[in-house]
């Protein structure tokens, strides 16, 4: 018995493509997509810099850059150029050849990270398996104790879930795989004691310099620093996870390089991705020193992590923020937006935080959904990462005017919590 393929394509007999509307699409997708995620808020159907377009031809501000992917914004010609010029040399290979986008790529992160000579990259294709092959780095040490923070996320397959603390994620998949100790988030006496017993027992701490999906949220300054002194002193890793804060996100090439954040720590690894690719999945694992040799050969592996295009479309973007001095842009804009929300001295805006283009708004009462969808209805795309805060992640090249707009939507929101909920 041979499969029916015929499926519902949006061109006609000619080939031409034919207008399809947002609820069409939102229909198609629920018959056909698995519900993970539940019904999209819209259906975009193009981008361009930091603006993209949905299906019934409504114009939208990215604030949100697909969580901190987009990087360069929508179709870059740099990116474009890239992902074009490799993908017409040579596509894929397997992992029994090496390619110069990779060699070249690993080399970059290297540098950029300010890595010893030892290190080395493992390349995946997104920031859960980036973590994920940090865990299997940690089990290889031989120790059964891995050292988490409440608030945590770094992603939900099976390790790199057994990581990330909200209970919601892991119920339905236990048992996770064990070992893992959840601290307070930002508790140095916490983080003495779970050392002071049992120190040698732990094989790695994970921590994000900021917790992103937790809400935007810093620890407390010389936290990092206490945890490099404490897994130095006791033999553990220290693992940085970047996956959201990497790539220029919060104004240095990785967060723990800002002062103020990492005061010079090193650590023993760092997992990327998100805006490594500039919207082309990939994601890497950064091994300092003799934390390269924990993983030999069939001890992990990937059939895309490293792949040419990806490293191709990685190079370009890590070359663009380079070249166009992005850097100094997030850093401008970043303090400039900070300044003019808290400059509103809205009844309910509570706080605003964050680092470079990575910002929560933090509200009085639990309103950030309604927040969300109003703002979605006035053409600007930004998350409700908790109830009562929303984040902003967007391209990195964003200008001051180009997100004016969105401060002066903020300004214009009602002045009391329950005319959200008339």
Same mark, same amino acid.
């Given at each position: 018995?041979?499969?029916?393929?015929?499926?519902?394509?949006?061109?006609?007999?000619?080939?031409?493509?034919?207008?399809?509307?947002?609820?069409?699409?939102?229909?198609?997708?629920?018959?056909?997509?698995?519900?993970?995620?539940?019904?999209?808020?819209?259906?975009?159907?193009?981008?361009?810099?930091?603006?993209?377009?949905?299906?019934?031809?409504?114009?939208?501000?990215?604030?949100?850059?697909?969580?901190?992917?987009?990087?360069?914004?929508?179709?870059?010609?740099?990116?474009?150029?890239?992902?074009?010029?490799?993908?017409?040399?040579?596509?894929?290979?397997?992992?029994?050849?090496?390619?110069?986008?990779?060699?070249?790529?690993?080399?970059?992160?290297?540098?950029?990270?300010?890595?010893?000579?030892?290190?080395?990259?493992?390349?995946?294709?997104?920031?859960?398996?980036?973590?994920?092959?940090?865990?299997?780095?940690?089990? &290889? *040490? #031989?120790?059964?104790?891995?050292?988490? $923070?409440?608030?945590?996320?770094? %992603?939900? /397959?099976?390790? !790199?879930?057994? @990581?990330?603390?909200?209970?919601?994620?892991?119920?339905?998949?236990?048992?996770?795989?064990?070992?893992?100790?959840?601290?307070?988030?930002?508790?140095?006496?916490?983080?003495?004691?779970?050392?002071?017993?049992?120190?040698?027992?732990?094989?790695?701490?994970?921590?994000?310099?900021?917790?992103?999906?937790?809400?935007?949220?810093?620890?407390?300054?010389?936290?990092?620093?206490?945890?490099?002194?404490?897994?130095?002193?006791?033999?553990?890793?220290?693992?940085?996870?970047?996956?959201?804060?990497?790539?220029? &996100? *919060? #104004?240095?090439?990785?967060?723990?390089? $800002?002062?103020?954040?990492?005061? %010079?720590? /090193?650590?023993? !690894?760092?997992? @990327?991705?998100?805006?490594?690719?500039?919207?082309?999945?990939?994601?890497?694992?950064?091994?300092?020193?003799?934390?390269?040799?924990?993983?030999?050969?069939?001890?992990?592996?990937?059939?895309?992590?490293?792949?040419?295009?990806?490293?191709?479309?990685?190079?370009?973007?890590?070359?663009?923020?380079?070249?166009?001095?992005?850097?100094?842009?997030?850093?401008?804009?970043?303090?400039?937006?900070?300044?003019?929300?808290?400059?509103?001295?809205?009844?309910?805006?509570?706080?605003?935080?964050?680092?470079?283009?990575?910002?929560?708004?933090?509200?009085?009462?639990?309103?950030?959904?309604?927040?969300?969808?109003?703002?979605?209805? !006035?053409?600007?795309?930004?998350?409700?990462?908790?109830?009562?805060?929303?984040?902003?992640?967007?391209?990195?090249?964003?200008?001051?005017?180009?997100?004016?707009?969105?401060?002066?939507?903020?300004?214009?929101?009602?002045?009391?919590?329950?005319?959200?909920?008339?």
């Amino acid at each position: 018995m041979s499969a029916d393929l015929t499926v519902q394509d949006n061109r006609d007999s000619q080939g031409h493509e034919v207008a399809t509307s947002g609820s069409e699409w939102t229909k198609r997708y629920s018959g056909a997509i698995m519900d993970t995620f539940g019904l999209p808020q819209t259906v975009l159907v193009r981008g361009e810099g930091v603006y993209v377009w949905d299906a019934d031809g409504k114009k939208y501000l990215d604030l949100l850059a697909g969580i901190a992917v987009n990087v360069l914004g929508h179709a870059h010609p740099t990116l474009t150029a890239a992902i074009s010029a490799q993908l017409g040399t040579l596509g894929h290979v397997s992992n029994f050849f090496g390619t110069p986008a990779q060699i070249t790529l690993a080399e970059t992160l290297l540098n950029l990270a300010q890595a010893p000579s030892e290190s080395r990259v493992f390349f995946t294709n997104s920031g859960t398996e980036a973590n994920e092959a940090a865990f299997k780095m940690a089990r &290889r *040490t #031989g120790r059964p104790r891995i050292l988490a $923070l409440e608030g945590a996320f770094h %992603g939900r /397959t099976m390790g !790199a879930l057994a @990581l990330t603390h909200k209970p919601d994620y892991r119920a339905p998949f236990e048992p996770l795989p064990g070992g893992v100790e959840f601290l307070p988030f930002g508790d140095f006496c916490a983080l003495e004691a779970a050392f002071a017993t049992g120190g040698d027992q732990i094989a790695a701490m994970f921590v994000e310099p900021l917790q992103g999906e937790a809400g935007v949220r810093s620890l407390p300054a010389g936290y990092l620093a206490k945890v490099r002194e404490l897994t130095s002193q006791h033999g553990a890793l220290m693992i940085l996870d970047e996956v959201q804060t990497g790539v220029a &996100r *919060t #104004g240095a090439w990785f967060a723990h390089q $800002l002062p103020e954040i990492g005061e %010079g720590i /090193t650590p023993d !690894a760092m997992t @990327l991705a998100k805006g490594l690719g500039g919207g082309i999945p990939i994601g890497a694992v950064i091994a300092y020193g003799k934390a390269a040799t924990l993983l030999g050969r069939g001890q992990h592996g990937t059939t895309f992590g490293g792949n040419p295009v990806a490293s191709a479309a990685a190079l370009a973007t890590l070359g663009v923020i380079d070249r166009d001095s992005v850097m100094a842009n997030v850093n401008a804009v970043g303090q400039y937006v900070r300044s003019q929300i808290l400059g509103l001295n809205h009844p309910l805006i509570k706080a605003v935080r964050g680092h470079g283009l990575l910002i929560a708004v933090e509200f009085t009462d639990a309103i950030s959904a309604q927040v969300t969808a109003r703002a979605l209805a !006035a053409g600007f795309i930004i998350n409700a990462v908790n109830p009562s805060a929303i984040r902003l992640a967007p391209p990195l090249v964003i200008t001051k005017e180009q997100i004016q707009p969105f401060i002066d939507f903020l300004g214009q929101l009602p002045n009391e919590a329950g005319a959200f909920t008339q």
